[in-house]
């Protein structure tokens, strides 16, 4: 069982990096009625760029994220870059199924810049989103990261459900993960 509670104080919004060992058992969540997953193509650049701006609490969003993100291989972005769309083609939320250099000895992939439009938060597209570009991975990768932060309680419970674990050799580690532990129930965070 997993439960978020509301914090008692302000707390300090800091990176973390989260592990998924394989990409074998990957938990399937259908896209819900309604709604569609493509690849995206280097003219929805800037439709990308508005979904990360109104879905994004923390960080200012810069017109040329995206081309430092994943600019090195635009080639790559109808199989690795995501939209989830409405069936008349309202763009609601992006994820991608990304790379990063060898680490750990491996090519690991990477879930990258998950981002669902406020007016359609709750509805599983993030879920759905995130079962396709993790089995898009394992096409291609044994194992997958990613890095989120601290202040984002219900992305890091949605990865715990998808089997990522906390990253303990990340900077910080052993602070940012005992916060999440004060605010997020969750047996895989049991120690």
Not at 69 to 75: I, P, R, V
Not at 132 to 154: C, E, F, I, Q
Not at 156 to 176: H, K, T
């Amino acid at each position: 069982m997993h439960n978020v509670t509301a914090p008692c104080e302000t707390i300090e919004n800091i990176a973390v990096k989260m592990i998924r060992p394989h990409l074998c058992e990957i938990l399937e969540a259908p896209m819900p009625a309604g709604f569609r997953i493509r690849g995206m193509t280097p003219r929805d650049i800037p439709t990308w760029t508005l979904i990360e701006r109104d879905a994004e609490p923390f960080l200012t969003i810069g017109d040329d994220l995206f081309v430092k993100e994943f600019g090195h291989d635009l080639a790559a972005l109808p199989e690795r870059c995501y939209f989830i769309e409405t069936e008349t083609g309202e763009p609601a939320a992006t994820i991608s199924a990304w790379y990063d250099v060898a680490e750990r000895g491996v090519n690991p992939g990477r879930i990258h810049w998950v981002a669902t439009r406020p007016a359609y938060q709750r509805r599983g597209l993030a879920r759905a989103g995130l079962s396709y570009a993790l089995n898009r991975l394992a096409d291609w990768h044994d194992l997958a990261l990613l890095g989120t932060s601290t202040g984002r309680l219900g992305a890091i419970q949605l990865y715990l459900d998808f089997g990522f674990v906390p990253d303990m050799n990340a900077s910080r580690a052993e602070e940012a993960w005992a916060q999440v532990r004060g605010q997020l129930q969750h047996a895989a965070l049991a120690q």
